[in-house]
């Protein structure tokens, strides 16, 4: 039951936009968003609940689409502390524990 | 306000011993705390689910006698790597659930555990 991101990877250079995708075969309750740092713990960047909701700090927001069952992280004019691997957490419908997708490596080069 | 620590930071052991790691929620209640294992380059696991004063939940192809879960308190969960082995070698993380925060089940994470077995 993890949830499917893509793309597996990107490069970016400095300025330019990213998208990253969710994918879960479950109905969800909510969608969370984390970037991680080589040999660090998963930092929080947002949760989107149930309702189809849309969300953005500066230049990262993010969509869920709760029918599709599937969320979007949108990375605007990229900076290169935005590297790292972003990972998508889904709860599920009735349950509180959260499953990690797959991963997305995003390398922004200058 | 919502800080998870974990304890130690880093272990390395000989294999066959055990090893207890500590996950606190430093200024919070948390009603569950989850554990996670990471190898290199992949994803995040979901291990088990532990809830204060009961028996964690664990997740398919974990094994219960191997990986000790207890909640002992609302801020404080252990987990027991017992009898371990290189191929417990691995990153690991917990979380806790503040719940009630409506927030949709957010969870704060604490460091991370890095363990290495030779």
């Known amino acids: 039951q993890q949830p499917v991101q893509s793309p597996q990877a990107v490069i970016l250079r400095e300025g330019e936009d990213a998208v990253i995708n969710c994918s879960s075969s479950?109905?969800?309750?909510?969608v969370h968003w984390y970037r991680q740092k080589h040999g660090e713990a998963p930092v929080f960047l947002m949760i989107?609940?149930?309702?189809?909701e849309q969300k953005g700090h500066e230049k990262i927001s993010a969509s869920f689409n709760e029918k599709k069952q599937q969320s979007s992280l949108y990375l605007t004019a990229s900076q290169l502390s935005y590297s790292g691997t972003y990972f998508c957490?889904?709860?599920?419908?009735?349950?509180?524990?959260?499953?990690f997708g797959t991963g997305t490596r995003l390398t922004v080069i200058p | 306000g919502a800080v998870v620590s974990q304890h130690p930071s880093w272990v390395i052991c000989k294999s066959g011993t055990s090893v207890k790691i500590e996950c606190r929620s430093l200024d919070f209640q948390a009603t569950t705390m989850f554990w996670y294992r990471q190898f290199p380059k992949q994803s995040l696991m979901l291990m088990a689910t532990?809830?204060?004063?009961?028996?964690?939940?664990?997740e398919q192809g974990v094994e219960k006698d191997k990986f000790l879960i207890n909640h002992a308190s609302l801020t404080l969960s252990t987990l027991t790597v017992t009898s371990a082995h290189p191929e417990d070698s691995s990153f690991y993380i917990c979380?806790?659930?503040?719940?009630?925060?409506?927030?949709?089940?957010?969870?704060?994470f604490g460091p991370g555990t890095r363990l290495t077995v030779l």
């Open positions: 532990s809830n204060e004063g009961s028996k964690a939940t664990y």
């Open positions: 957490g889904t709860v599920r419908t009735g349950a509180n524990n959260l499953f």
């Open positions: 979380s806790a659930n503040r719940g009630g925060s409506g927030r949709g089940n957010e969870q704060f």
């Open positions: 989107l609940l149930k309702g189809g």
């Open positions: 479950k109905a969800l309750y909510s």
